[in-house]
C-alpha cells in the first residue's frame, strides 16, 4: 500500500543539537514536502522538492534544511536546534503538486 | 499572495445536527481548493478538492463543499455529523500548476451526543 513514512515519531533534542527527520514515501511521487505545525496553527510549509538533489525554500525556511537523495526520501535538518523548533513536523508527497498525502507526523521537543 | 482563513476556531455540534464550517480564500486566479481532516494523532486525510467546473463537490463520509467565486469562499457542509467526525478540518488552497499548498488555521468539530 503506498504511504508516506516518518521517522522518528517522536524526539526529545537539547538545544544547539542536531536534529534529522527523516521521510520515505512508495507512492511514486515526484514533489514531497516539510510543514511544521504548531499548537493551534494550521500547516506551515518549510520545504518542498520536486526531484531528487534539489529543493526549495518555503515559507518559513530559516533554521531548516531539507535533503532529496533520491525521489523517496526527503530529509528535513535542523543543525542547530532551538526551543522555538519544538512542533509536529508533517511530511507529505504530491503526484503533480496539488493533492497532498501525508505522514503521521514526528513530534519533536526541543529542550 | 494567496491565504485561507478559517473565521470559527471551534465548532460544537449535536449529534445528528447539520454543519457548516466555513473557509474565505484569496487568490488573483481561480484557484485550487481542498479540505482535510486530521484526527488526533494522526496525519491530514482528503476529504475533497475543487479545480473547476460543478461548485458542489462531493467528499468522503458524507461531506460537500462550495465553491463561491463571488464570496471567495468553500465552505464545507454535512447534512447530519456523527461523533467520529469530531477532528480538526482544514481548508487549502493552491493556484493552479503552484506545488505550494497553503493551509487555514484549522477549525475542531467536537460533535457531542
Known amino acids: 500500500e503506498a504511504a508516506v513514512t516518518q521517522s522518528p515519531r517522536s524526539k526529545v533534542a537539547v538545544t544547539g543539537g542536531k536534529v534529522t527527520l527523516s521521510c520515505h514515501q512508495t507512492?511514486?511521487?515526484?514533489?514531497m514536502y516539510w510543514y511544521r505545525q504548531d499548537t493551534g496553527h494550521g500547516l506551515r510549509l518549510i520545504h518542498y522538492?520536486?526531484?531528487?538533489?534539489?529543493?526549495e525554500k518555503g515559507d518559513i525556511p530559516d533554521g531548516y534544511k531539507a535533503s532529496r537523495p533520491s525521489q523517496e526520501n526527503f530529509s528535513l535538518i535542523l543543525e542547530l536546534a532551538s526551543l522555538s523548533q519544538t512542533a509536529v513536523y508533517f511530511c507529505a508527497s504530491s503526484l503533480s503538486g496539488n493533492t497532498l498525502y501525508f505522514g503521521e507526523g514526528s513530534r519533536l521537543i526541543v529542550v | 499572495a494567496q491565504s485561507v482563513t478559517q473565521p470559527d476556531a471551534r465548532v460544537t455540534v449535536s449529534e445528528g445536527a447539520s454543519l457548516q464550517l466555513r473557509c474565505k480564500y484569496s487568490?488573483?486566479?481561480?484557484?485550487?481548493l481542498f479540505w482535510y481532516v486530521q484526527y488526533p494523532r494522526q496525519g491530514l486525510q482528503l476529504l475533497l478538492k475543487y479545480y473547476s467546473g460543478d461548485p458542489v463537490v462531493q467528499g468522503v463520509n458524507g461531506f460537500e463543499a462550495e465553491f463561491s467565486k463571488s464570496n471567495s469562499s468553500f465552505h464545507l457542509r454535512k447534512a447530519s455529523v456523527h461523533w467520529s467526525d469530531s477532528a480538526v478540518y482544514f481548508c487549502a488552497v493552491t493556484q493552479g500548476g503552484s506545488a505550494k499548498l497553503i493551509f487555514g488555521e484549522g477549525t475542531k468539530l467536537t460533535v457531542s451526543s
Open positions: 522538492s520536486y526531484v531528487a538533489d534539489s529543493t
Open positions: 487568490s488573483s486566479v481561480t484557484p485550487y
Open positions: 507512492n511514486n511521487h515526484d514533489y
